[in-house]
């Protein structure tokens, strides 16, 4: 009796701690905790993508089948952490600011012929001609040179050089080990270069973004989470990943073409897992709660306690809609090449994701203006 006893008045601290907060959660609350969730959050996509280039600089010292096969693990590991962080774009932030590196993070599709070659060109790309430099600086200068397809960093440059070109509708690429061994393929040393270039790179931005939003005096995160108006932006952001990006862009746009090219991530197949880590993300930021890579939760005061204070029935339905979001996409099956298919079964679950997408985006509209924010942005950035 004693035990249920103090079960049930934990329980009932619990609801009243929950409650207390939502009451008294102010924007600056709020603000503060956002920035601790983004500098987490890149954090832990710098250190998954650490773990990337350890697994491809020991695959490059020595070429072998196992080591391109743990490559791609850690590749598709660290996507699910970056994959999150894409909730904290689409105001002019470290991420995608004027000077900032998301083009060469994360831009997407891919000519793959602009890197390497490809099916009836073999010769094709960067890689392949010798009298190309491989350095830092010219392969940030090639990036969307010419044409936004022209991508020759980040993730999918990444993606392309582990699994090559995926000419399966069953599974993704399978390019060999052999392509990065001396006397097995031409430009294999090239090929080696070129991959751990990119790496070095993708890892280098994700640091300088995770420092971007520590506590450091000068960093960005210091005037962002003492400015009230950025509360705007925070809300903005969420719905323009949940409707113009995520269910248009990488969705929608999909479904229409019927297209491997305007798959996200195409030569490994991991698509529906992009899809996942995005709802996640959105959902992170509006109930303030972030599970880390250790299973540690960061929780706090977040949109949806501002939001319970002036309609709770709005924030539970929000909630509702968050949570079904995430469900949805992660019934989406792959390959999503295959899913979107017309007369394919998977596709009625790829449809069903953009327009959960779609209720998430007008609920959030209505949790603006709860706010007090009027005219709340959801279309992306000119």
Known sequence: ???????????????????????????????????????????????????????????????????????????????????????????????????????????????????????????AGVINDRSAPLDVASLIALNEKDGEENISTGWHAIEFLLWGQDLNNDGPGNRSWTDFADGKAANADRRRTYLQIVTDLLVEDLEGLAAAWSTAPDSYRSSFVTDEGNLTKVISAI??????????????????????????????????????????????????KYQRPDGSLLAGPALRDLVAVRDAGLAARIDARMDASVAAAEAVPAPFDQAILAGNPGRDKVEAVVEVLKRQTEDLVLAANALGIRHLNTSLPE
């Not at 409707?243 to 996200?264: K, P, T, W």
Request: glycine share 8%; charged share 25%; proline share 3%.
């Open 1 to 123: 009796m004693i035990k249920v006893l103090v079960r049930g008045l934990l329980a009932a601290s619990l609801v009243f701690s929950f409650a207390a907060s939502a009451r008294t959660a102010t924007v600056p609350d709020v603000l503060a905790h956002y920035g601790r969730i983004v500098e987490a959050s890149y954090a832990d996509s710098a250190a998954a993508a650490r773990s990337l280039k350890a697994a491809i600089d020991a695959f490059v010292a020595a070429p072998s089948e196992a080591g391109l096969v743990e490559a791609r693990k850690r590749w598709l590991a660290a996507r699910e952490w970056y994959g999150q962080s894409e909730a904290f774009r689409f105001y002019g932030g470290p991420i995608d600011g004027e000077d900032g590196p998301e083009g060469r993070i994360n831009a997407w599709p891919m000519d793959e012929a602009y890197v390497d070659g490809v099916a009836g060109h073999p010769q």
């Open 239 to 288: 719905g323009i990943l949940s409707r113009a990006e995520l269910a248009g862009e990488r969705i929608e746009v999909a479904l229409d073409s019927q297209s491997q090219e305007d798959e996200h991530s195409c030569f490994s197949d991991n698509t529906h897992r992009d899809i996942v880590a995005n709802a996640v993300g959105i959902r992170n930021v509006w109930s303030g």
